[in-house]
């Protein structure tokens, strides 16, 4: 019986995949559950298993080919003695390949052409909210902001989707106006390299860090503040604690759950703080859902604890521990990277002092912390000014300043401060 292998969905918000790489080729044996390929979406690469034992008879999509979820990628043939190995073979690549239509913009007697140049989209216009992905194919196509605009988007409130964007490309009724044409200009700058100079291309994982970089650094007006906060309070409870907390739970105490939970309580206090910006809209959300950025192989994850206000600092602690586990073996929902609503960067535990982290779209505020050192501060004690050697971190907020002014920030980093610094830690565990 022929079993047909298919793009999986792999969250809700999940349309498409990208081949990554096969693990088997054709005429391979693969026995049920055993990885078959691997697969990079929006959100997260993933490992896929095979859905049965057999034998590999056909693979139908190549690394880097973006296939729609559902459409067929493999074939296996679970009866693999049924199976001529000397008539299987691939399909022919020029039923694989589509040619994407040359675009040809008339401006005065000059043909451009799509694949060589783009037309540039300013990220200042006012119009339509464009998701990194719309926005990339638009460049890609030659597209204007001002010809997106005539699209008819079938998104939440009227969005454009990527969809969208490839029915209009392929109904071939394009309509520009010379006008709204920006011609991109050429670089001044030449680059030179070495000629043994190794180059390479970025994979999947990198490729969606820096479309998500570009596109929060062309949406959000950034600033950060920091504010140095005494944890010496919270070290010396971790300390007391961690060989018993880890005995119980299975894995160590750490500081960043203290961190979390003060978040969520000044979110509370503040919700502009956990807010969207839509078009001219501001969204404040019902609950406090915290993004971490999570080191992994090759890049970073922002998998979210949700409603972080309706737990106590254990139940953060075993969610904080999972996501983190999940993201570094490859196990994590990609519903689980999507849904923050404010963002918490540890850069300190690479050894950072500080750090000015960018926005996670769509949230308008991101807390960096720093590392915990030991420094000798002015603390004053029954009204006499001494030094004392103390556990000293940076905090560094960055926030939306669309929403948030700076007095509004400066409030937000001090009651995180004072929140810290006087932890109550009665009943915590």
Not at 95 to 100: A, H
Not at 314 to 324: A, K, T, Y
């Amino acid at each position: 019986m022929i079993i047909d292998v298919v793009m999986p969905k792999m969250g809700e918000s999940i349309t498409e995949g990208t081949i990554l790489e096969w693990y088997k080729k054709i005429g391979d044996e693969i026995e049920q559950d055993e990885t078959l390929l691997e697969i990079g979406t929006d959100k997260v690469d993933s490992e896929i298993p095979s859905p049965s034992s057999g034998v590999i008879t056909m693979i139908m999509a190549e690394p880097n080919d973006v296939v729609d979820v559902g459409e067929v990628i493999a074939r296996i043939e679970t009866d693999s003695k049924s199976v001529n190995l000397e008539k299987i073979s691939k399909l022919p690549a020029d039923e694989k390949l589509i040619e994407k239509p040359e675009v040809v913009v008339k401006e005065k007697d000059i043909q451009i052409k799509s694949k060589k140049k783009s037309l540039s989209i300013s990220s200042s216009t006012k119009g339509p909210i464009l998701s990194p992905a719309v926005t990339k194919l638009a460049n890609q196509e030659g597209i204007s902001f001002s010809e997106l605009v005539l699209i008819n988007g079938t998104g939440k409130s009227g969005r454009i989707t990527k969809k969208d964007l490839e029915g209009y490309l392929s109904s071939g009724n394009r309509s520009i106006d010379e006008s709204s044409i920006q011609l991109p200009k050429e670089s001044s700058l030449s680059f030179e390299f070495a000629s043994n100079s190794k180059t390479d291309k970025l994979d999947n994982m990198r490729k969606r860090i820096s479309d998500h970089m570009r596109y929060s650094l062309n949406t959000s007006a950034h600033v950060h503040i920091m504010n140095e906060v005494d944890m010496t309070d919270i070290v010396d409870f971790v300390k007391r604690e961690d060989a018993s907390f880890r005995s119980k739970e299975g894995f160590n105490l750490t500081i960043t759950p203290f961190i979390i939970s003060s978040l969520a309580k000044v979110l509370n206090e503040m919700p502009e703080l956990n807010s969207s910006i839509d078009g001219d809209l501001v969204i404040q959300h019902p609950q406090i859902n915290m993004g971490i950025a999570v080191s992994v192989d090759g890049g970073l994850m922002v998998p979210s604890i949700n409603n972080c206000d309706e737990k106590n600092l254990l139940g953060i602690c075993r969610d904080l521990n999972d996501i983190v586990q999940k993201c570094r073996i490859k196990a994590i929902n990609p519903d689980d990277l999507q849904g923050s609503t404010f963002t918490l960067s540890n850069f300190g535990v690479f050894g950072a002092t500080i750090g000015t982290p960018i926005i996670n779209q769509p949230n308008v505020g991101i807390l960096g912390t720093g590392v915990i050192k030991k420094q000798p501060v002015v603390i004053e004690k029954n009204e006499l000014d001494i030094i004392a050697i103390r556990h000293m971190m940076m905090l560094s907020l960055g926030f939306d300043h669309r929403l948030i002014d700076g007095s509004g920030g400066a409030l937000f980093l001090s009651k995180i401060k004072n929140i810290l610094e006087n932890f109550n830690f009665e009943n915590i565990l």
